[in-house]
């Protein structure tokens, strides 16, 4: 058994040749609305149960079917109003039970990837095979209901087996957010093609802010502003990546909102950021940085 992921090496912060961002902005910033759907009577698979009650749970089904029927709009108006596009954590079978969401996303210029088919489904016990067949069902249901070219990847509940990340990579998937260990992208080690780690947060994402530690919605503006203030100022020397997950059943309530509101017209205050999607760090990342990067991991390597 491994000791570690072995999917990166370590690269101290002090020590990495220099990111810049268009416009050579401190900051790259990105918001990601996990936009998903949890079945009433999900199947049972191997490691984690869907839902904590009994099935049917009822309460935690309708409570997250609120996201989809009112708060996505609140945040999508709040997103619009201070000029942010997102880049969607979509459960592609979305797609089939919601195609207004899907529609009002892509007339505001959002990006979509994949966060599996049903929030309710994990990945944990599938065999290469079936991984393939999940991710080739999410890059053709995002092509054919959305009309975009899939880039990305975050698993349901952010479930793994030892080959996704590399299943990811044969199937031209151009970065993943599977891996928290970074506030820059990231070279990963895949058995073919390339693959890259897309900062993604539980820091600052909503679920544990908001339900695990009891956050108040003040209290949840706080530490993302925080949050970006911290890198916004270590932008300055190295450029650095700032995400901010959302899940419409909790920042969508009416008493949250205003936060989410005060949070992105604190961010778009400041000059020097960039508002970016996943999709276009990633491709910046590749064209700008990922050979320096790859060679100077390379050479720290062969000195060790």
């Known amino acids: 058994m491994l000791s570690d992921p072995d999917r990166y090496d370590y690269f101290p912060l002090h020590d990495r040749p220099r990111i810049t961002w268009p416009n050579d902005a401190r900051l790259a910033f990105w918001v990601a609305p996990n936009i998903e759907f949890y079945e009433l ?17 009822v309460l935690g089904y309708s409570y997250r079917d609120y996201g989809n029927r009112v708060g996505v709009w609140r945040m999508i108006d709040v997103m619009a109003r201070n000029g942010v596009r997102g880049s969607v954590s979509l459960n592609v079978a ?11 996303c892509n007339e505001l210029g959002w990006e979509f990837f994949s966060h599996g088919v049903y929030n309710t489904r994990y990945l944990y016990g599938m065999s290469e095979a079936q991984q393939i067949r999940i991710i080739r069902d999410s890059i053709d249901t995002i092509r054919d209901k959305a009309g975009q070219e899939m880039s990305g990847w975050l698993s349901p509940a952010l479930t793994n087996t030892d080959e996704t990340i590399d299943l990811l990579a044969e199937a ?34 909503d679920v544990p802010l908001l339900t695990m530690r009891n956050a108040s919605p003040e209290r949840y503006a706080e530490i993302c502003k925080a949050q ?11 450029g650095m990546v700032m995400c901010m997950p959302l899940h419409p059943f909790l920042v969508g309530q009416p008493h949250r909102i205003r ?14 950021v960039w508002l970016a999607t996943a999709r276009e760090i990633a ?10 990067v790859a060679a100077a991991l390379a050479a720290r390597r062969r000195a060790a």
Not at 43 to 52: D, Q
Not at 94 to 104: R, S
């Open 172 to 205: 031209g998937i151009q970065y993943t957010l599977d891996l928290m260990h970074d506030d820059q992208p990231t070279p990963l080690r895949v058995r073919s093609g390339r693959l890259i780690s897309v900062p993604y947060s539980l820091e600052i994402n």
């Open 259 to 272: 936060a989410l509101d005060e949070i992105l017209r604190y961010v778009t205050s400041h000059d020097g």
């Open 228 to 238: 970006f203030d911290q890198l916004y100022a270590e932008g300055a020397d190295n």
């Open 94 to 104: 979305l797609c089939d039970h919601f195609p207004d969401i899907i529609k009002a």
């Open 283 to 292: 491709a910046w990342y590749y064209q700008h940085h990922y050979d320096t």
């Open 41 to 57: 009577h999900p199947p049972l698979g191997p490691g984690r149960v869907p839902w904590p009650r009994p099935f049917p749970d």
